[in-house]
Structure formats: structure tokens, C-alpha cells
Nanobody
Framework: QVQVVESGGGLAQPGGSLRLSCVAS????????MGWYRQAPGDQRELVAT?????STNYADSVKGRFTISRDKNTVYLQMNRLKPEDTAVYYC?????????????WGQGTQVTVSS
């Protein structure tokens, strides 16, 4: 089993910063991809950023140049700078276990990020 726990959400002003952390534990390999997703009220869950075990990263266009994903083995971080009100959402961490023809995904419980003055 894999457990995924996020932390670091909260309230920030527009233009401010927050740093999210996600720790994955259990039967996990540090080569598995990890990533951050978010879901605002009434919207579908969307990709924010992902990182492979080798450190390759991918970002949504809406966060490029503002957010940075990084990783230390089974812990992944999301540094969020120049926050905007539209970044308000519940942020989820995902760990993807590769299978032969698919992946098995493990999700955290989410952490709320609110950007407001």
C-alpha cells in the first residue's frame, strides 16, 4: 500500500507565495512519477505539474514561470510564487505506479490553497 499526505496549504495574498509538500510512504519506488493537481469548485481536476524519478518536469501553461516542482526521493514540493486568485483550489498530490499497460494512481486527501486579499 502507498500513503500520500499533503501539507502546506493556506491563505495567501495575490502576488504572494506558498510551498506545498507531499510525502509518499509505504511500498513505493522513488522512480515513480509524482505530481500536483488541483480542483476548484465546479471545475474538473487539472494537472498543475509533474516530475519523474529522474527529475524531468512538466507544467500546465497557467503556472509556467510561477510554480516550481521539485523532488527529494519520495517527497515532492510545489513552490508557488506570484499567486493569483485563480490559483485558489484544493491541491492534490498523485503518485503513479507503472504497470504493464497502465498506471496505478495513489492520491492524497488534498490541501486547500486560497488566494485572496
Amino acid at each position: 500500500q502507498v500513503q500520500v499526505v499533503e501539507s502546506g496549504g493556506g491563505l495567501a495574498q495575490p502576488g504572494g507565495s506558498l510551498r506545498l509538500s507531499c510525502v509518499a510512504s509505504g511500498t513505493i519506488d522513488s522512480s515513480w512519477p509524482m505530481g500536483w493537481y488541483r480542483q476548484a469548485p465546479g471545475d474538473q481536476r487539472e494537472l498543475v505539474a509533474t516530475i519523474t524519478g529522474g527529475g524531468s518536469t512538466n507544467y500546465a501553461d497557467s503556472v509556467k514561470g510561477r510554480f516550481t516542482i521539485s523532488r527529494d526521493k519520495n517527497t515532492v514540493y510545489l513552490q508557488m510564487n506570484r499567486l493569483k486568485p485563480e490559483d485558489t483550489a484544493v491541491y492534490y498530490c498523485k503518485v503513479s505506479r507503472p504497470r504493464v499497460f497502465s498506471t496505478q494512481d495513489y492520491w492524497g486527501q488534498g490541501t486547500q490553497v486560497t488566494v485572496s486579499s
